[in-house]
Nanobody, 115 residues
Framework: QVHLVESGGGLVQPGGSLRLSCATS????????MTWVRQAPGKPLEWVST????????HYADSVKGRFTIAVDNAKNTLYLQMNSLKSEDTAVYYC????????RGQGTQVTVSS
């Protein structure tokens, strides 16, 4: 059974940092383009970043490029998202997914950026 469990969200002030983690099981981690997506209140699901777990190639939405870093630990089947210089518009529920569209995703972790 496929499991994706996000953690690391919370409340942070603008300019602050958070590191999200996604522990996975039930599938061959290295076969999938592991992805972070997010959904702000009243808005559709938004793609944030994807990493090719085999090559390490990364891709980022323009809105987070230069501030967020996606990474994997293939030995632990875990996906990470380091988020720096956070802005209020980054407030959302963040999900990890094993597809770029975010269809197969976990339950999410709330990130709130507010002073």
């Amino acid at each position: 059974q496929v499991h994706l469990v996000e953690s690391g969200g919370g409340l942070v002030q603008p300019g602050g940092s958070l590191r999200l983690s996604c522990a996975t099981s039930g599938f061959t981690f290295s076969n999938y383009p592991m992805t972070w997506v997010r959904q702000a209140p009243g808005k559709p699901l938004e793609w944030v970043s994807t990493i090719n777990t085999s090559t390490g190639n990364t891709h980022y939405a323009d809105s987070v490029k230069g501030r967020f870093t996606i990474a994997v630990d293939n030995a632990k089947n875990t996906l990470y998202l380091q988020m720096n210089s956070l802005k209020s518009e980054d407030t959302a529920v963040y999900y990890c997914a094993r597809d770029v569209a975010g269809a197969s995703r976990g339950q999410g972790t709330q990130v709130t950026v507010s002073s």
